[in-house]
């Protein structure tokens, strides 16, 4: 009966060796992914081409532009149809 109990506790034991020996084997994997993500990160960054400024603030004016005709265009037909239901509904 001794036996069977010291073999079912080197069994455990056993387990939980590998358990950490896997665990720790995960961890070093996910350590040498989140390397190679990173150098795979600062390879492409290299690649990575930025807009002069020339670009960016005649990009931005476009924007700008066409962001306040919309705002007009949407305050305008506010207006209208504010009016619209004044009549309709006084």
Not at 18 to 37: A, G, H, P, V, Y
Not at 40 to 68: A, D, H, N, R
Not at 81 to 90: G, K
């Amino acid at each position: 009966m001794n036996k069977r109990k010291n073999t079912q506790q080197s069994k455990k034991q056993q387990a939980r060796e590998q358990t950490k020996q896997s665990s720790s084997l995960d961890l070093r994997s996910k350590i040498n992914e989140f390397r190679t993500f990173l150098e795979q990160s600062k390879y492409e960054m290299k690649k990575v081409t930025y807009p002069s400024q020339k670009q960016t603030l005649s990009t931005c004016g476009s924007v700008l532009f066409i962001v306040t005709v919309i705002a007009l265009f949407l305050g305008i037909v506010d207006v209208i149809f504010a009016q619209i239901l004044e009549i309709f509904l006084p």
